[in-house]
């Protein structure tokens, strides 16, 4: 059973300015609470009891928000100095996992009560030995805050493929669950979980699960807009 997490909130969020010029973007708030609220309270009502979050930007922000609402033993913060981007942070917090298997989820996605359902699906299809990772995707239609003409990846005789130009394919909803052994075949201190996933797909051990839920990102000031579609 999964039972550590890590959430990636490092990231300065420039498409949100003005926005975060003042505030760093996991701490946006919707509905009165900040969208890493959001991430841990969905995460620790789903049984994980432990959780990482990987800072940067305004770090002191999202760290007293942190202090003053969580358990600080399930909840870590880990400041980056550098930015090391997504699998770079994941690589840099290993120590601080004690489970094989860990879910990932990235701060700028509404994590409320509709997609508690789906981190609950990607736990349960996620005991294959011989898969390493696998990803919360999602139709296009139901994607609301991305500019995305394609999807990022094409499902082939139930295998995952990247997408290059096919307008039907489906979109990384910022959820996956990952062995952390992975890791270990990259030498690289920092680099991207898209890396790690082209790796995956040419050895086929990557597998996938799709949503039910409609899912919003926060990506620019856009996508504010549709956050009156989505309940907490």
């Known amino acids: 059973m999964i039972k550590t997490a890590m959430i990636l909130a490092a990231g300065y969020g420039k498409r949100l300015r003005p926005i975060t010029s003042k505030l760093p973007k996991p701490m946006i708030k919707i509905y009165n609470k900040p969208l890493i609220g959001y991430a841990i309270d969905s995460l620790l009502s789903i049984g994980i009891n432990k959780i990482v979050i990987n800072t940067h930007y305004k770090n002191k922000i999202i760290n ?4 003053s609402k969580y358990n600080s033993q399930k909840v ?5 100095p550098t930015l090391l981007d997504t699998a770079g942070a994941f690589k840099n917090a290993i120590n601080f996992f004690n489970k094989k298997r860990i879910l990932v989820l990235n701060s700028d996605i509404f994590w409320n009560s509709d997609t508690k359902g789906d981190l609950i699906n990607l736990i349960n299809s996620s005991s294959n030995k011989n ?3 696998t990803l919360l995707l999602s139709n296009m239609k139901n994607i609301y805050g991305l500019k995305n003409f394609y999807g990022d990846f094409l499902i082939k005789n ?8 096919n307008k039907n394919g489906l979109i990384y909803t910022g959820a996956q669950i990952i062995d952390k052994s ?17 790796f995956l797909i040419e050895k086929k051990q990557i597998d996938y699960v799709l949503t039910k839920s409609k899912i919003l990102h926060l990506g620019n000031i856009e996508s504010i807009k549709y956050c009156n579609k989505f309940r907490p």
Do not use: A, G
């Open 158 to 165: 139930n295998l995952i493929q990247r997408n290059k130009s």
């Open 182 to 198: 992975v890791i270990k075949s990259f030498n690289e201190k920092i680099f991207s979980f898209n890396k790690v996933w082209d």
């Open 64 to 67: 007293e928000y942190i202090r």
């Open 131 to 133: 898969i390493k990772c």
């Open 76 to 80: 870590i913060t880990l400041y980056e």
